[in-house]
């Protein structure tokens, strides 16, 4: 019989938030497969728990799932632990657990702290139905169409962002999406835990005063400087389109195409690429279009 893949959900801050099953199961497991083990380790150590841990992150996981499912088939147990919360939400614990159900090894969750689910439940917006988006892409025009294909969600959006880009992502979002109430956690569950909460605008500057009383008043709002602030992974909760979406009209992508080409200079490739951000129709399509007409 194959052993067990345990998917340990462990602490986004505070040591006293592990469960006592967790630790059951850490110390029971013949082996333990960490996104870091160095941060791993302290967590061990912590509750003086002594196993063999193994490295298994993004950059690994080809090479390393086949390594571990081997041994889970030779009736070893393993429990998957990520740096902080639950394995599988915005990491690479997903490759590996999809691996094992198409082993039919048993996969098991112990369930725990979730970043998401802990800003959620403390952000004072509506919890009833919401969807969880994770981190947004990092170039900017995939940014902001990511964004504008969530701008008509009616339920509560939850986002992942670094500190120094959580500054930029929230002028984003107010250019998308309008003028919403957020909810922005930081540093969950440890001494400076914090949490804003009001419209984006209000959150906005409430940031860049946060950034600039970093970097001093003469430098202005600094991503940087913000970063030194706000430590860790923040949790971005956004309320859900409210009221009716406004009637969808029909766009010429030709015609927006050309537009830009003669109010902007943008050469007809550059344009046909900024016109399919604009309607969400491919880049191609607008382009043919556009030599027809």
Request: charged content about 25%; aromatic content about 4%; glycine content about 6%.
């Amino acid at each position: 019989m194959p052993g067990s893949l345990y998917i340990v959900a462990t602490p986004i801050g505070n040591l006293e938030d592990i469960t006592l099953r967790a630790v059951r199961i850490l110390k029971e497991a013949d082996f333990i497969a960490a996104e870091d083990t160095r941060h791993t380790q302290k967590l061990l150590s912590h509750f003086d728990i002594h196993k063999q841990l193994t490295s298994y992150h993004d950059h690994n996981k080809e090479e390393k799932a086949p390594v571990i499912i081997s041994r889970l088939l030779q009736g070893q147990s393993a429990a998957l632990v990520s740096d902080a919360g639950t394995p599988g939400i915005s990491d690479p614990g997903y490759y590996l657990i999809n691996a094992a159900i198409q082993e039919n090894i048993p996969v098991v969750p112990i369930p725990g702290p979730t970043a998401a689910i802990a800003a959620l439940s403390v952000s004072g917006l509506p919890t009833d139905a919401f969807v969880f988006e994770g981190f947004l892409p990092p170039k900017r025009s995939q940014r902001l169409s990511k964004l504008d294909s969530l701008k008509h969600e009616r339920r509560t959006i939850i986002l992942y962002e670094a500190p120094h880009k959580i500054l930029k992502t929230l002028l984003d979002v107010r250019e998308i999406m309008g003028e919403r109430r957020v909810s922005l956690s930081r540093e969950l569950t440890k001494i400076h835990e914090n949490t804003l909460r009001g419209n984006i605008s209000d959150i906005i500057i409430a940031v860049e005063d946060m950034s600039s009383c970093t970097a001093g008043s003469d430098e202005g709002p600094s991503s940087k400087g913000l970063s030194a602030r706000m430590r860790g992974e923040i949790t971005l909760i956004i309320e859900g389109l409210m009221g009716e979406p406004p009637p969808v009209q029909a766009v010429d992508p030709a015609a927006i195409m050309e537009s830009l080409m003669r109010e902007k200079g943008l050469s007809r490739k550059a344009a046909s690429a900024e016109a399919a951000r604009i309607t969400g129709l491919s880049r191609k399509e607008i382009y043919n279009a556009s030599l027809k007409r």
